[in-house]
């Protein structure tokens, strides 16, 4: 794997974490590193489109909150980071998040941060499809008898 | 015309206030927080989301909340609050392909591959009220089904089964910027791009109406659910700062495929035609109304005649579909139209009495 591609998957990782598990494993890092502001973060929509059929031209649907900021770290690592909600600290500790990844600490990042997030957001699904599992349904058609 | 009013603040005050202690209900019950609302009547807030055009479950709750659970009042503060948010960007097309599906049903084609998924949903239950809500109890588990190689099963699009015969038309991606309605008055006629995007924020209401009409033979199209699937994908978006693009997030949408029957045209060859509905949330009836709209509105394209249908005008439906045009507009007629109205008296009054000086001229003529 390109280190955009992984690059591009810890981001779509945190982004779609819930604040609050964000801020349980973030909280060591945020007290530990300081960093500065290159953009603050703020609220903004971003217009969601949608294919006309699935696989057709596309259309604007709707819009979705977002929070965005971007930070330096003091070793000049830049972090940025976009995430669904109006939350700032969840956008604050993904743009952490990602700027530390591309620092020598990466592999404690990935191990306390990360993994737990992938491993979480695991279960999640597995609870939804095991539950659709459970509700997949055999339908039959009746033959009629001509008797 | 309307001619602005000055005074009644205390008088408004009051009401306001008055409005507050009644949202609030009896204190003596617990108040609502917003997490309930959210997680408890969470069909409420997928309407607000979908007919309000922001998607954002909390905000969805705290509108409920303020507009003490009269929905149209809270999409009217959503889309008022969407006004204020700085536009960043927009998506990538959702792929609905990949979604992960908590429900879907294929009313055409029993043995789908990928399977049919109930979901969590009302269909085959018995509409009668079930007391046992009424006293606080505990759940039962839903049953979940282990299934590692469930896990990685695609669900690929039924519309695709039917495309490999020809059987259907189909639905050619282009790289065409879809035009906005929340940028750009909507100019008529509209593009198909632009009737979606009108639809899919339109009051469910109206497009149920409209959608059974067709039903009813007013335009009729001979719909089937070829598809119906609810579930979760991803929201992925060019960042500039980047260059490459990134999942922002994850939604969970409605999406409804019709397959229509079509006997051909001038144009078209004899073949299914297709009817499309995408939603915020899970707004499966709004879907499926969608749908059915969207292709009695493709009459044109399809080279089919005009049967006079209102679901086949598109000046009526695209102008009249969006609830909180229509409030904000019926709603206003009783606010202060005092000088509005003091001229229509004086109007009706010079009328009268030129009716009557007329009338007893002609009595005096007569004598």
């Known amino acids: 794997m390109d280190d955009q591609t992984k690059r591009k998957n810890w981001m779509g990782l945190l982004a779609k974490s819930a604040p609050p598990t964000m801020e349980e494993l973030c909280a060591p890092l945020s007290a530990t590193h300081s960093f500065d502001w290159l953009r603050q973060p703020e609220t903004g929509g971003v217009m969601v489109r949608g294919r006309t059929g699935g696989t057709g031209s596309a259309f604007n649907m709707g819009e979705v909150t977002v929070t965005r900021c971007s930070l330096r770290l003091k070793c000049g690592a830049v972090g940025h980071a976009y995430v669904q909600g109006r939350d700032k600290a969840h956008a604050t500790q993904a743009a952490l998040v990602d700027a530390l990844m591309q620092t020598a600490q990466a592999e404690h990042v990935e191990q306390d941060i990360l993994q737990p997030l992938r491993q979480q957001r695991m279960q999640q699904q597995a609870a939804i499809q095991g539950r659709a599992n459970a509700t997949k349904v055999d339908f039959f058609t009746m033959v009629r008898g001509d008797d | 015309m309307y001619v602005a009013v000055k005074g009644g603040e205390k008088a408004i005050d009051a ?45 969805a709750a705290l509108a409920i909340k303020q507009s003490r659970g009269d929905l149209i009042e809270a999409i009217f503060l959503i889309r008022a609050y969407r006004t204020t948010l700085p536009r960043f960007g927009a998506s990538h097309p959702i792929k609905t392909d990949t979604m992960q599906c908590q429900r879907r049903v294929s009313a055409t084609f029993k043995d789908v591959p990928g399977g049919q998924i109930l979901g969590p949903t009302f269909d085959y239950t018995h509409r009668l009220l079930d007391f046992k809500l009424a006293a606080e109890g505990a759940v039962p588990d839903a049953p979940v089904e282990d299934d590692p190689d469930l896990l990685a099963e695609r669900k690929p699009h039924v519309m695709g089964f039917l495309n490999k015969d020809s059987l259907i038309e189909t639905a050619e991606p282009d790289d065409e910027t879809p035009p906005d309605l929340t940028r750009a008055p909507m100019e008529l006629p509209a593009n198909r791009a632009l009737r979606l995007q009108n639809l899919t924020r339109a009051d469910e209401g109206f497009l149920l109406g409209l959608a059974y009409s067709t039903q009813r033979g007013y335009a009729r199209n001979h719909a089937f659910v070829g598809e119906l699937r609810i579930g979760k994908v991803a929201v992925e978006m060019d960042i500039p700062e980047l260059g490459f693009a990134v999942e922002i997030g994850e939604i969970t949408v409605t999406e409804c495929e019709t397959v229509n029957q079509f006997k051909g045209s001038k144009t078209e060859p004899p073949q299914f035609t297709r009817g499309y509905g995408l939603v915020f949330g899970q707004c ?34 695209l102008s009249h579909s969006d609830n909180i045009q229509a409030t904000g507009f019926l709603e206003h007629i009783k606010l202060p139209h005092y000088v509005d109205f003091q001229s229509e008296l004086e109007l009706i009054r010079s009328i009268r009495a030129a009716a009557n000086a007329a009338q007893q001229d002609t009595k005096i003529t007569a004598e």
């Open chain 2, 15 to 59: 009401a306001h206030d008055w409005l507050a202690e009644v949202r609030r209900g009896d204190p003596a019950v617990a108040e609502l927080s917003l997490a309930q609302i959210r997680e408890q009547m969470s069909l409420a807030v997928d309407r607000v989301m979908s007919e309000g055009s922001l998607h954002d479950p909390d905000l």
């Open chain 2, 284 to 317: 499966e009836r709004k879907a499926i109304s969608m749908a059915l709209v969207d292709r009695a509105l493709r009459w044109k394209e399809l080279g089919e005649d005009n049967a006079g249908a209102p679901a086949q005008d598109e000046e009526f439906v």
